[in-house]
């Protein structure tokens, strides 16, 4: 059975920092892309970060700079170190695991992020 379990959320003042965890179980990890999603209220979910299993890095524009994943294939684990956060960083952010052989998608429940204005 797969599962990517988030950790990390918690309601954070603007400036401040929180580090996103993702365990994956169930998969073999290092051969998925591994991603992190976000999805504010009224907004759709949106791409925040992705780690290919090839060791690429992308990041969406709004977060570069502040934002860094990272990935520990030996643990099986994802993370998101979030740094210098704003208002508008707020929003469930989930882990995603897309295995391009066989284009099957996994997603965790999420974790809420609240930054504080």
């Known amino acids: 059975q797969v599962q990517l379990v988030e950790s990390g959320g918690g309601l954070v003042q603007a400036g401040g920092s929180l580090r996103l965890s993702c365990a994956a179980s169930?998969?073999?990890?290092?051969?998925?892309?591994m991603h992190w999603y976000r999805q504010a209220p009224g907004n759709q979910r949106e791409l925040v970060a992705r780690f290919s299993r090839l060791g690429i890095t992308n990041y969406a524009d709004s977060v570069k700079g502040r934002f860094t994943i990272s990935r520990d294939n030996a643990k099986n684990m994802l993370f998101l170190q979030m740094n210098s956060l704003k208002p508008e960083d707020t929003a469930v952010y989930y882990c995603n695991a897309h295995n391009r052989f066989s284009s099957v998608d996994y997603w965790g429940k999420g974790t809420l992020v609240t930054v504080s204005s």
């Open positions: 169930g998969i073999t990890f290092s051969l998925n892309d």
